[in-house]
Structure formats: structure tokens, C-alpha cells
């Protein structure tokens, strides 16, 4: 059932990707030839909206959000969103349902994915290549010069996705971005992506959850709260994810 689900998904969703090339980044990169750039961002943002529902829409999964409240105002602070990593529909579910827009840190390999680099690119991706340590680094220090320019990030603390749904520990160096750049941490519970794709049984309608909690202000934080950071962000996000059903 999971690969009919999957099927049936693809035979929609593959135009919509392919069909971005025109609709998408064809009105995006003319308006950027015409001095237009914050409104072909805007665009592009907007058809990354839909095409991040649209995969839910066409997977069978409704992601319920909460929490839009404690998004800080984008013209006063830059922020750095951080959170757990269920699925791979976790950043579909962030730019879809939740309607949020960020930088990402994304794997090397993802460049050389016809269309869906050109969407890391719109996102001012992070591309890291974890095999090399100093590689990592780099990509740390470039992450901490968006977000000090006033682009926002997402983060996933943990690196990987989990295997098992649980929450794993979050990787302290991680917090580095939103410390050295004095960034307001978000942190997003996610629950529930992972039964919509990679544990997908059945044919009922998935139900996913987004939490948004409340904004952590980096530049006030003393020395001895940012050596616990990471465990705030962990409990914050942990005590949630028992809290959503499921």
C-alpha cells in the first residue's frame, strides 16, 4: 500500500516539480533581471508554499500547526529555527503547511539533484559535506554570516533523521549558529511526518503536527545559560512532542 500511496503521489507530483521550472523560476529570475529581487523572492516563496503542500495534499497527510504567535516580527530580528528530524517531509512541512521560509542545511549530494538543487539555491541553501571535518566547519561559519545578514535558517540539532520517532540528542555545535550570530532561537516540534512517508501503511488520511514554540533571545543569554542552551532547546522541543497526539 505504501508504494501505491507513493505512486499515486508521484503521477502529481513530478509535473508540479518539473512544471516550477516555468511557472516558478522563469517569472522569478525575469523579475531579478529587472532589479525585482525581493519580489521574485517573494514569488518564489510563494510557489514553495504550494508545491510543499501540494506533496502532502497528494501523499494523503493534513499537518496541523500551532504556535504561528511566536514567530518574531522578520523586520526585527533574524531567526534561527530549530528542530527535530522525523521524515524527509519535515522541510515540505515547514515550507508548505507552516508557510515558513529559511535557509537549510543540506547535504552536498542534494546539488546534483536536477530541480531540487535549483529550490536549495532559492532557499540559500548550506550545502555541507560531512565526511569532511573542516568542510562542516565552513559551512558553520557561512550559516552564522546569513543569519548575521538577516536571512533565517533551519536547523535539525540531532543531523540526521531519527530511525526510531524518538527525539535523539541534539549536537550542542549546532547551537553555534544562533550563539555566534546572536540569533533568536525557534524551536519546531515535529510529529507524525513519518508515518506519512517512510512508516506510510494503510490508506487512511496521515495526520502530522507542527509546533512552533516559544522564541529563546541568544543576545541576552549569559555564558553559563548558553553552556545549557542545548538542553533548553532539547526539553522544549521534547516536552511538546509528548504533549501532541499521536
Same mark, same amino acid.
Given at each position: 500500500?505504501?508504494?501505491?500511496?507513493?505512486?499515486?503521489?508521484?503521477?502529481?507530483?513530478?509535473?508540479?516539480?518539473?512544471?516550477?521550472?516555468?511557472?516558478?523560476?522563469?517569472?522569478?529570475?525575469?523579475?531579478?533581471?529587472?532589479?525585482?529581487?525581493?519580489?521574485?523572492?517573494?514569488?518564489?516563496?510563494?510557489?514553495?508554499?504550494?508545491? +510543499?503542500?501540494?506533496? !502532502?495534499? %497528494?501523499?494523503?497527510? /493534513?499537518?496541523?500547526? $500551532? @504556535? &504561528?504567535?511566536?514567530?518574531?516580527?522578520?523586520?526585527?530580528?533574524?531567526?534561527?529555527?530549530?528542530?527535530?528530524?522525523?521524515?524527509?517531509?519535515?522541510?515540505?512541512?515547514?515550507?508548505?503547511?507552516?508557510?515558513?521560509?529559511?535557509?537549510?542545511?543540506?547535504?552536498?549530494?542534494?546539488?546534483?539533484?536536477?530541480?531540487?538543487?535549483?529550490?536549495?539555491?532559492?532557499?540559500?541553501?548550506?550545502?555541507?559535506?560531512?565526511?569532511?571535518?573542516?568542510?562542516?566547519?565552513?559551512?558553520?561559519?557561512?550559516?552564522?554570516?546569513?543569519?548575521?545578514? +538577516?536571512?533565517?535558517? !533551519?536547523? %535539525?540539532?540531532?543531523? /540526521?533523521?531519527?530511525? $526510531? @520517532? &524518538?527525539?535523539?540528542?541534539?549536537?550542542?555545535?549546532?547551537?553555534?549558529?544562533?550563539?555566534?550570530?546572536?540569533?533568536?532561537?525557534?524551536?519546531?516540534?515535529?510529529?507524525?511526518?513519518?508515518?506519512?512517508?517512510?512508516?506510510?501503511?494503510?490508506?487512511?488520511?496521515?495526520?502530522?503536527?507542527?509546533?512552533?514554540?516559544?522564541?529563546?533571545?541568544?543576545?541576552?543569554?549569559?555564558?553559563?545559560?548558553?553552556?545549557?542552551?542545548?538542553?533548553?532547546?532539547?526539553?522544549?522541543?521534547?516536552?511538546?512532542?509528548?504533549?501532541?497526539?499521536?
Amino acid at each position: 500500500m505504501r508504494r501505491v500511496r507513493i505512486a499515486f503521489a508521484a503521477i502529481f507530483v513530478i509535473p508540479i516539480l518539473v512544471l516550477s521550472l516555468l511557472y516558478a523560476f522563469v517569472p522569478g529570475y525575469i523579475m531579478r533581471f529587472l532589479g525585482l529581487r525581493k519580489a521574485s523572492n517573494r514569488y518564489l516563496r510563494l510557489c514553495g508554499h504550494f508545491i +510543499g503542500s501540494s506533496i !502532502l495534499f %497528494f501523499l494523503g497527510i /493534513t499537518v496541523h500547526v $500551532d @504556535g &504561528k504567535e511566536n514567530i518574531p516580527l522578520a523586520d526585527q530580528h533574524h531567526v534561527c529555527y530549530m528542530a527535530n528530524h522525523q521524515s524527509m517531509l519535515d522541510i515540505v512541512t515547514f515550507v508548505g503547511p507552516a508557510r515558513l521560509w529559511a535557509s537549510v542545511m543540506a547535504k552536498a549530494e542534494v546539488k546534483r539533484i536536477p530541480i531540487i538543487n535549483l529550490w536549495c539555491y532559492a532557499l540559500d541553501c548550506v550545502f555541507i559535506n560531512r565526511i569532511s571535518p573542516r568542510d562542516a566547519i565552513q559551512a558553520v561559519l557561512q550559516g552564522v554570516e546569513q543569519l548575521k545578514q +538577516g536571512k533565517n535558517m !533551519l536547523i %535539525f540539532p540531532e543531523g /540526521t533523521r531519527s530511525k $526510531d @520517532g &524518538k527525539i535523539g540528542e541534539l549536537k550542542n555545535g549546532s547551537l553555534k549558529l544562533a550563539t555566534r550570530s546572536k540569533s533568536v532561537i525557534v524551536p519546531i516540534t515535529i510529529k507524525g511526518s513519518r508515518e506519512g512517508f517512510e512508516n506510510l501503511k494503510g490508506c487512511k488520511r496521515v495526520h502530522a503536527y507542527l509546533s512552533i514554540g516559544k522564541p529563546i533571545h541568544t543576545d541576552v543569554l549569559t555564558t553559563e545559560e548558553i553552556a545549557t542552551l542545548h538542553e533548553v532547546v532539547y526539553g522544549t522541543i521534547a516536552k511538546r512532542f509528548d504533549e501532541l497526539p499521536g
